[in-house]
């Protein structure tokens, strides 16, 4: 195995992997049939292979393609539930390039980030995907942020991050026209780039390496094939069966499930616990309006606060020139809820019941409070925007898109910050492994994470 991946034996039979340290999978409603993409690759009616990855996100799909260019004798094959690929969690964040300077130094998190960032920008490189280091600063607007800032500009040092500098008022100035701040960290690598881009890029790579891609194909259940009375080959050279909503089937050797936001319903159909359950965070994004672009020039971040995986709200440049604002943290009732209203009886159940919602709300019920205060009245998240870039008011800013986190909490209403990965034992559990949780920074250590995978997978699997 993977030195760092390690298994806990728990219920089930099952054993749990975490690294130590959203996206978007084949769960949810579909229409259509299976069909494969951009040409290339195995054809719809073929419904066996060797591997299987359910899941059509950024992670899903730079895992296939590292798989298929480690093992390109072995047929694969990847599900996704819509119709197109990486449209939930993929299509539906920032475009940050993070460098790697928050996360735990020596931690697997820190590592895959910074190695991440750096094989991100190299591929964008080769194959021509637009990017822009343009840079970003966490700025200090209170005195008492200046110890927590100082302290995190040592974990960046401590993580390798290159570049890295503390900088006073006239530097910020210098940086950020508009910018107010007491002090801040200069991090020179963080960049933007456009995610669904670069995971359609994934997608292209691995159908052209043989790879087939089933979209429409909503996973309902995953089982070992009961033998037939004739002892067929596929029943023995492929034992796993993969059925979607229509009755369709797959079938093949080895799963690989990175399911996202239905991550842990998925692993649950392979019989491994439900824990840690998937909470689904809505972040809602403002946009200065076209006229008042020039206000932001790169990346300007608050100093975080340490006790929760939010980074709060910041400005963020896009490559379409456009700049977004937030996101704000607040319980999204549907799993793919982008809209404020958008309810799931069966998700919202499922959260109140199965999760540690209840503890955590407990434990951080302010902090709800103003998120929550904050996504309905614009002049609030104006005010605190307001400490960074004084020029900005609410006519200002639009309301803008909006994405879903899928953040994994454990029963004691802990936050699980770490990526997580679930294999059983048995008869299937020998033959699955599940990515139960890929936090942010998962779309910048795409890469990294799925080189992990792929040795995990080959190991494990003995390919």
Same mark, same amino acid.
């Given at each position: 195995?993977v030195?760092?991946?390690?298994?806990?034996?728990?219920?089930?039979?099952?054993?749990?992997g975490?690294?130590?340290?959203?996206?978007?999978?084949?769960?949810?409603?579909? /229409?259509?049939?299976p069909?494969?993409?951009?040409?290339?690759?195995?054809?719809?009616?073929?419904s066996?292979?060797?591997?299987?990855?359910?899941?059509?996100?950024?992670?899903?799909?730079?895992?296939a393609?590292? #798989?298929? #260019?480690?093992?390109?004798?072995?047929?694969?094959?990847?599900?996704e539930? !819509?119709?197109?690929?990486?449209?939930?969690?993929?299509?539906?964040?920032?475009?940050?390039?993070?460098?790697?300077?928050?996360?735990?130094?020596?931690?697997?998190?820190?590592?895959?980030?910074?190695?991440?960032?750096?094989?991100?920008?190299?591929?964008c490189?080769?194959?021509?995907?637009?990017?822009?280091?343009?840079?970003?600063?966490?700025v200090?607007?209170?005195? !008492?942020?200046?110890?927590?800032?100082?302290? #995190?500009?040592?974990?960046? #040092?401590?993580n390798?991050?290159?570049?890295?500098?503390?900088?006073?008022?006239e530097?910020?100035?210098? %940086?950020?026209?508009?910018?107010?701040?007491?002090?801040?960290?200069?991090?020179p690598?963080t960049?933007?780039?456009?995610?669904?881009?670069?995971?359609?890029?994934?997608?292209?790579?691995?159908?052209?390496?043989?790879?087939?891609?089933l979209?429409?194909?909503e996973?309902?259940?995953?089982?070992?094939?009961?033998?037939?009375?004739?002892?067929s080959?596929?029943g023995?050279q492929?034992?796993?069966?993969?059925?979607?909503?229509?009755g369709?089937?797959?079938?093949?050797?080895?799963v690989?499930?990175?399911?996202?936001?239905?991550?842990?319903?998925?692993?649950?159909?392979?019989?491994?616990?439900?824990?840690?359950?998937?909470?689904?965070?809505?972040?809602?994004?403002?946009?200065?309006?076209?006229? %008042?672009?020039?206000?932001?020039?790169?990346?300007?971040?608050?100093?975080?606060?340490?006790?929760?995986?939010?980074?709060?709200?910041?400005?963020?440049?896009?490559?379409?020139?456009?700049?977004?604002?937030?996101?704000?943290?607040?319980?999204?009732?549907?799993? !793919?809820?982008?809209?404020?209203?958008?309810f799931?009886?069966?998700?919202?159940?499922?959260?109140?019941?199965?999760?540690?919602?209840?503890?955590?709300?407990?434990?951080?019920? /302010?902090y709800?409070?103003?998120?929550?205060y904050?996504?309905?009245?614009?002049?609030?998240?104006?005010?605190?925007?307001?400490?960074?870039?004084?020029?900005?008011?609410?006519?200002?800013?639009?309301?803008?898109?909006?994405?879903?986190r899928?953040?994994?909490?454990?029963?004691?209403?802990?936050?699980?910050?770490?990526?997580?990965?679930?294999?059983?034992?048995g008869?299937?559990?020998?033959?699955?492994?599940?990515?139960?949780?890929?936090?942010?920074?998962?779309?910048?250590?795409?890469?990294?994470?799925s080189?992990?995978?792929?040795?995990?997978?080959?190991?494990?699997?003995?390919?």
């Amino acid at each position: 195995m993977v030195p760092a991946l390690r298994y806990l034996v728990g219920a089930c039979g099952r054993a749990r992997g975490g690294f130590a340290g959203g996206f978007p999978g084949a769960c949810g409603s579909a /229409s259509g049939r299976p069909r494969p993409l951009c040409g290339g690759g195995r054809s719809a009616s073929t419904s066996s292979f060797d591997i299987v990855i359910v899941g059509g996100g950024i992670v899903g799909l730079a895992s296939a393609r590292a #798989l298929i #260019l480690r093992h390109p004798s072995l047929s694969i094959g990847v599900l996704e539930k !819509e119709k197109d690929l990486a449209v939930h969690q993929t299509g539906h964040n920032s475009g940050v390039i993070h460098s790697g300077i928050y996360y735990k130094p020596e931690s697997l998190k820190a590592k895959l980030c910074v190695q991440g960032a750096a094989l991100l920008y190299e591929y964008c490189q080769q194959k021509g995907i637009s990017y822009k280091r343009c840079g970003k600063l966490i700025v200090a607007v209170e005195q !008492e942020e200046i110890p927590r800032l100082q302290a #995190l500009y040592e974990r960046g #040092l401590q993580n390798g991050v290159q570049g890295l500098r503390l900088i006073q008022q006239e530097d910020i100035k210098k %940086k950020e026209p508009y910018c107010r701040g007491l002090m801040a960290i200069d991090c020179p690598h963080t960049g933007i780039v456009d995610y669904r881009q670069v995971a359609l890029s994934f997608a292209q790579d691995f159908q052209e390496a043989g790879g087939s891609v089933l979209t429409n194909f909503e996973v309902k259940d995953i089982e070992m094939a009961k033998e037939s009375p004739s002892r067929s080959i596929d029943g023995m050279q492929y034992p796993i069966v993969i059925k979607n909503t229509k009755g369709e089937e797959i079938r093949c050797q080895y799963v690989v499930t990175c399911a996202g936001l239905y991550s842990d319903r998925i692993s649950e159909l392979s019989g491994c616990t439900p824990d840690p359950r998937i909470v689904p965070f809505r972040g809602d994004y403002l946009l200065l309006k076209p006229e %008042k672009c020039y206000l932001v020039k790169g990346n300007i971040y608050p100093v975080p606060d340490s006790r929760f995986p939010f980074l709060g709200v910041h400005f963020t440049p896009r490559m379409d020139g456009s700049i977004w604002l937030g996101p704000n943290a607040v319980l999204a009732f549907k799993r !793919e809820g982008y809209r404020p209203f958008d309810f799931s009886a069966t998700d919202v159940m499922d959260i109140i019941i199965n999760s540690g919602l209840i503890k955590l709300a407990s434990q951080n019920f /302010s902090y709800g409070v103003t998120e929550m205060y904050k996504a309905c009245f614009l002049g609030a998240t104006v005010k605190y925007l307001q400490k960074f870039i004084p020029e900005i008011t609410v006519s200002d800013i639009l309301r803008g898109p909006a994405g879903v986190r899928a953040q994994a909490l454990d029963r004691d209403g802990n936050l699980v910050e770490d990526f997580v990965f679930d294999a059983g034992v048995g008869n299937i559990g020998n033959r699955v492994l599940h990515v139960r949780n890929a936090p942010s920074p998962a779309a910048t250590s795409s890469l990294a994470i799925s080189g992990m995978i792929a040795e995990e997978v080959q190991q494990r699997f003995e390919l």
